[in-house]
């Protein structure tokens, strides 16, 4: 195939003109929170790990046991609600150990323990809802829940390699499987509950309420002065419930304030976030970047139809000139 | 003297065992009650023999009893601990020259009985002490016999071969050191140590302590001539080592979650968890779940009422009664998994690159076999 040096400049400016939209890497703008979007507040300095949230999570929302031969075997005993490592098809919320040589002091990075509760992070601008391509998940415009459709899930898992927190978790072992992943509890919601894990969490490690609240409530406990007593609200901003509890020095950022565009599930703690396995994310979700480059490329059709035109034109250029020698 | 050999292989001083007879206690009852407190003890229980031999020791310590700042609940207790006949022997059996609830003597005759017992074993009685020493005002706040608690302690205290300071108060203060102490209540062990004594001290915190851990310590010595071993805060480890919370009976409903939301409720009845409602087992160290309270295999949680951590100091009598607890330390059945958990079947790169390299090798080398039968063949 003979190509001149025009001829080939102009390809490849059309292919430019197509693909411009990567090298302008700004986001689109950054998605904010619904008005009356609800979360939830997980103080990890105030979890005792005795699991009733994990046992509630099970009850409230119809979920089998996990299935572990040999610890069953061990306890002589069957169907352990506990019996998983880790968030899957059957588990929505985890509480997970952080520990460390003698692992004897709550709450210490060295010689310490802490515990940490994984479930879904209910993203502002989530990653998942960007990726799955049949709106299967959506995020609630009025509650900000990130929420699954089953009718309208296709099962492509995209939302799995989507999400940076690794939440939504795939039904392997079903005929017919669908995508699993905590949904803030939205029928308890709707009747006018409270998640299943705040309601039952007995120091308020698990706290619901409006995401810009919890916030408050968080900024709040950062600033007390560590050693002091300080009345924390149970199960909900609104419960009106309150415990006493010593105040821990925590570390002064909520996590989840900024992650990937920030999250309506805030966590505090004691110990540095990346030892309870919360990463460090950028405060851009990639779900705005990809979404800029894709609406900025596609944008009215322009560029895929120079980039189409510009390779039609070298393909004609080149069969005029194989059938010319 | 007569010695007689039980079917354990204990030896029991024939006059002793006269003396068990006339109390109505059978031999084998008494060697119950050693095997008991052996038990208590963590030791194994070929010791009930010696413990045993060492309580019919005629050449038993002295033991001189005093009270401070408290409430005589702790030799209450003492005295009601099941078999009192069983107990009451074994006060008797370790010489109590000295307590103001139990002497019959009264005044004069009973402080100069103190003084002379004093003066007579020194260097070789236990004390033990009950309540706390106010040092406010130079210890006005409690004198016996004219004299103040503070000069009582500073008399006694270094002439003891060890001194065991049996109840909260003794230990730590009590009650009467929480906010804002007008008395200055002050344990036993703070007042040796301000005051340079260097006598040991056992602390047996509690209100009341079981009185199992005292005779336990008590059995210890008289039986090793040694104290037992400490922690840290001066407590026997046998019986403060653990937290309330680790052996407690309701404690599988903490790892399920199952708690009692308020007294009298559904899950309060089913014997559900009670650290919803103030329960500080979590942070107080003492053995009541396992060895209870007088023998009829009761204490407070089991009855219904959470644990007030009367044994730890800065939470009995420090902490609202219904304040929840700082959970101190997690322990099994409790299991946890970890921030990273392995994935069951997963291949880690390291793994997948030593695999590929020992494929590699035994490629090249049917290849090179293959080569060479080829070769030969040919």
């Known amino acids: 195939m003979n190509i001149d040096r025009k001829q080939f400049f102009k390809v490849l400016a059309a292919g430019t003109v197509a693909t411009s939209g990567v090298s302008t890497l700004f986001a689109r703008e950054r998605k904010l929170l619904p008005k009356n979007a609800v979360g939830i507040l997980y103080d990890a300095t105030l979890c005792i790990g005795c699991k009733s949230c994990e046992v509630e999570c099970k009850k409230v929302n119809g979920m089998s046991g996990v299935f572990d031969t040999k610890l069953e075997q061990s306890h002589n005993v069957s169907g352990i609600w506990d019996g998983g490592n880790d968030l899957d098809s059957k588990t929505l919320n985890k509480i997970k150990m952080y520990r460390n040589g003698t692992s004897s002091t709550k709450d210490k990075e060295t010689n310490g323990y802490a515990f940490i509760k994984r479930a879904c992070m209910h993203c502002i601008d989530p990653n998942c809802v960007s990726a799955c391509p049949v709106t299967a998940l959506t995020k609630d415009p009025i509650t900000g829940i990130v929420q699954y459709d089953k009718g309208a899930c296709i099962g492509c898992r995209y939302c799995q390699v989507a999400c940076p927190f690794n939440i939504p978790k795939f039904e392997f072992d079903k005929a017919l499987p669908e995508i699993v992943k905590c949904e803030m509890c939205k029928h308890q919601l709707d009747k006018g509950g409270i998640p299943g894990c705040c309601d039952v969490c007995p120091t308020g490690a698990s706290l619901f309420g409006p995401v810009e609240k919890l916030m408050k409530e968080a900024r709040r406990r950062i600033k007390a002065q560590p050693g002091t007593k300080y009345r924390y609200p149970v199960s909900s901003l609104e419960s009106g419930e309150t415990q006493t509890h010593t105040v821990q020095k925590y570390i002064s950022y909520i996590y989840g304030e900024k992650e990937t565009g920030g999250t309506q599930y805030l966590i505090l703690s004691a110990v540095p976030y990346e030892k309870l396995g919360l990463l460090k994310l950028p405060e851009k979700s990639a779900a ?28 004609h250029r080149s069969t005029k000139q194989d059938s010319t020698e | 003297m007569i010695k007689s050999k039980d079917k354990n292989g204990s030896q029991i001083d024939k006059h002793y065992t006269e003396q068990l007879k006339e109390r109505g206690i059978s031999r084998s009852d008494f060697i119950k009650f050693c095997s008991v407190a052996v038990a208590t003890m963590s030791m194994p229980l070929s010791f009930a023999a010696k413990v045993a031999k060492s309580i019919t020791d005629p050449a038993r310590p002295p033991v001189i009893w005093l009270h401070f700042q408290e409430c005589t609940g702790c030799t209450e207790t003492l005295l009601r601990a099941t078999h009192p006949t069983v107990d009451n022997l074994v006060l008797d059996m370790i010489s109590l020259d000295y307590s103001e609830t139990l002497c019959a003597a009264a005044g004069h005759q009973v402080e100069d ?8 074993n020194k260097g070789k009685f236990i004390l033990v002490v009950e309540g706390s020493v106010p040092l406010a005002e130079d210890g006005i706040y409690c004198k016996i016999g004219g004299k103040s608690a503070l000069d009582i302690i500073k008399e006694i205290g270094p002439q003891a071969a060890a001194t065991v300071s049996i109840g909260s108060c003794a230990s730590w203060g009590g009650v009467q050191s929480t906010y804002p102490n007008p008395t200055q209540a002050t344990g036993i062990g703070d007042v040796y140590k301000m005051n340079n004594i260097k006598t040991p001290v056992i602390n047996l915190p509690g209100c009341p302590p079981s009185p199992y851990n005292l005779l336990s310590t ?63 087992g979590p942070e107080t160290y003492a053995n009541c779940p396992s060895i209870n309270f007088c023998d009829v295999n009761t204490w407070p949680v089991s009855v219904g009422h959470p644990c007030f951590g009367c044994a730890e100091q800065g939470v009995g009598f420090a902490k609202p009664l219904h304040e929840q607890a700082d959970v101190k330390l997690v322990t099994p059945p409790a299991g946890f998994p970890n921030i990273n958990e392995e994935k069951p079947g997963g291949v880690t790169i390291g793994a997948a690159a030593v695999a590929g390299v020992v494929a590699g090798a035994a490629i090249t080398a049917s290849v090179a076999t293959a080569k060479k039968i080829g070769e030969t063949e040919a």
Not at chain 2, 113 to 120: I, P, T
């Open chain 2, 218 to 280: 008590v059995l210890y010595y008289l039986t090793l001539k040694k104290l037992p071993k400490l922690d840290k805060l001066g407590r026997p480890k046998f019986a403060y080592s653990t937290l309330v919370h680790e052996n407690c009976e309701r404690r599988p409903h903490f790892d399920a979650g199952r708690f009692a939301e308020k007294y009298g409720d559904e899950n309060h009845r089913q014997g559900h968890c009670l650290y919803k409602i103030g329960c500080k």
């Open chain 2, 113 to 120: 009985a103190l003084h002379k017992s004093v003066k007579a």
């Open chain 1, 288 to 315: 705005s970047t990809s979404e800029k480059i894709q609406h900025t490329a596609y944008k009215g059709m322009i560029a895929p139809v120079v980039l189409l035109g510009g390779l039609l034109y070298a393909a």
